[in-house]
T-cell receptor, first 116, second 113 residues
Framework: GAGVSQSPSNKVTEKGKDVELRCDPI?????LYWYRQSLGQGLEFLIY????????KSGLPSDRFSAERTGGSVSTLTIQRTQQEDSAVYLC??????????????FGPGTRLTVL | EDKVVQSPLSLVVHEGDTVTLNCSYE??????LLWYKQEKKAPTFLFML??SGIEKKSGRLSSILDKKELFSILNITATQTGDSAIYLC?????????????WGLGTSLAVNP
């Protein structure tokens, strides 16, 4: 596609359930990033992929959060045993070069997660 | 600790006014500073700045970086209601092989007719 896409656009879940968020980056972009934005907060970095590997997972808030990327393209962010504080907008971005390069990140529309 | 601070946090102006948004930073191994406009959920890219003193312009928007004083400004002239948004500043830094963007909290701009 022309831009970064994410699905679902909205997700409402009950506390304790697992959720999977999907990101389709721009074709050919090697770098992929996950962020989240909680109400009143700035964007919080979660994880960075270069190809299929994740050299920087330092932003994942707990071991309930995991992410993978397959085929150097689609990425899924999984949150297990969701908590109410996980409620946020989860944004995915991709960039052409990533590590070692200075390039622009292009953002998807985000997934709004609400944990009841 | 790396940080990016934007000011003001919010701003209300009338159409036609000129606004200046500020972004100061302390980031390890600075690589670039980026400005984004966020209207709904996802920010849209405005500018990337890597060199001091070189102004970047796009229509009524312009931005400049001062790497000595560690700040950038985003100017919007002749504001319009469509400029109402949150303006985000992010600074890219790196430590070893890791790179990340450090984000400010944004400036919420409201342009009234």
């Amino acid at each position: 596609g022309a831009g970064v896409s994410q699905s679902p656009s909205n997700k409402v879940t009950e506390k304790g359930k697992d959720v999977e968020l999907r990101c389709d980056p721009i074709s050919g972009h090697t770098a992929l990033y996950w962020y989240r934005q909680s109400l009143g907060q700035g964007l919080e970095f979660l994880i960075y992929f270069q190809g299929n590997s994740a050299p920087d997972k330092s932003g994942l808030p707990s071991d309930r959060f995991s992410a993978e990327r397959t085929g150097g393209s689609v990425s899924t962010l999984t949150i297990q045993r969701t908590q109410q504080e996980d409620s946020a907008v989860y944004l995915c971005a991709s960039s052409l070069v990533g590590q070692g390069g200075v390039d622009t990140q292009y953002f998807g529309p985000g997934t709004r997660l609400t944990v009841l | 600790e790396d940080k990016v601070v934007q000011s003001p946090l919010s701003l209300v102006v009338h159409e036609g006014d000129t606004v200046t948004l500020n972004c100061s930073y302390e980031v390890t191994n600075f690589r670039s500073l980026l400005w984004y406009k966020q209207e709904k959920k996802a920010p849209t890219f405005l500018f990337m700045l890597t060199s001091s003193g070189i102004e970047k312009k796009s229509g009524r928007l312009s931005s400049i970086l001062d790497k000595k004083e560690l700040f950038s400004i985003l100017n919007i002239t002749a504001t319009q209601t469509g400029d109402s948004a949150i303006y985000l500043c992010a600074v890219e830094g790196h430590a070893g092989n890791n790179r990340k963007l450090i984000w400010g909290l944004g400036t919420s701009l409201a342009v009234n007719p």
